[in-house]
Antibody, heavy 114, light 112 residues
Framework: EVQLVETGGGLIQPGGSLRLSCAASGLTVSSNHMTWVRQAPGKGLEWVSLIHSGGNTFYADSVKGRFTISRDDSKNTVYLQMNSLRAEDTAVYYC????????WGQGTMVTVSS | DIVMTQTPLSSPVTLGQPASISCRSSQSLVHSDGNTYLSWLQQRPGQPPRLLIYKISNRFSGVPDRFSGSGAGTDFTLKISRVEAEDVGIYYCMQATQFPRTFGQGTKLEIK
């Protein structure tokens, strides 16, 4: 069974940092384009970041310069390092397979608040 | 970025009756390879999104045949032939023709 499991969310103060993890099973992250999508409370879906199978990375303008996507092939895991967090980054963060958005994790909640 | 606009934003439906959701893109979704990469996602309450339809009209694995997609160019429609209780949730259209992927605002399907 193909599965993505996100961890690392929590409550963090503005200006703080968090690292989200997305552990994959049943698919190889290095062979797939993997992405992060977020959903603010009561709001729609917003694409955040992408890592190509070849390693190229891409970001939404709203997070560029603050967030970094990476992966560890030995752990079959994708990461999202989030720095300089703002209240507007509060959301559920989902990991997904980018090619078709056919595989999604359950999400991890990030709350940025003092 | 391509802007995706859905109508209506809320759709109260009687069980067993049909439902329809429209999605319009700010530019054509026909890719240079000839395909049109328009998908529909369903998000049930408290759940992550789930792929229903891809490339306008192709049902993803396990999706009931009461769901169907149609359209071309910039105008697309998701239809549910007979709404069931498990269909309650928010439906999003998404374009995968141009980077970055963009989503519609979502349409909330609820039972009358």
């Amino acid at each position: 069974e193909v599965q993505l499991v996100e961890t690392g969310g929590g409550l963090i103060q503005p200006g703080g940092s968090l690292r989200l993890s997305c552990a994959a099973s049943g698919l190889t992250v290095s062979s797939n384009h993997m992405t992060w999508v977020r959903q603010a409370p009561g709001k729609g879906l917003e694409w955040v970041s992408l890592i190509h199978s070849g390693g190229n990375t891409f970001y939404a303008d709203s997070v560029k310069g603050r967030f970094t996507i990476s992966r560890d092939d030995s752990k079959n895991t994708v990461y999202l390092q989030m720095n300089s967090l703002r209240a507007e980054d509060t959301a559920v963060y989902y990991c997904a397979r980018y090619s078709a958005f056919d595989v999604w994790g359950q999400g991890t909640m990030v709350t940025v608040s003092s | 970025d391509i802007v995706m606009t859905q109508t209506p934003l809320s759709s109260p439906v009687t069980l067993g009756q049909p439902a329809s959701i429209s999605c319009r893109s700010s530019q054509s979704l026909v890719h240079s390879d000839g395909n049109t990469y328009l998908s529909w996602l369903q998000q049930r309450p408290g759940q992550p999104p789930r792929l229903l339809i891809y490339k306008i009209s192709n049902r993803f694995s396990g999706v009931p045949d009461r769901f169907s997609g149609s359209g071309a160019g910039t105008d697309f429609t998701l239809k549910i032939s007979r709404v069931e209780a498990e269909d309650v949730g928010i439906y999003y259209c998404m374009q995968a023709t141009q980077f970055p992927r963009t989503f519609g605002q979502g349409t909330k399907l609820e039972i009358k």
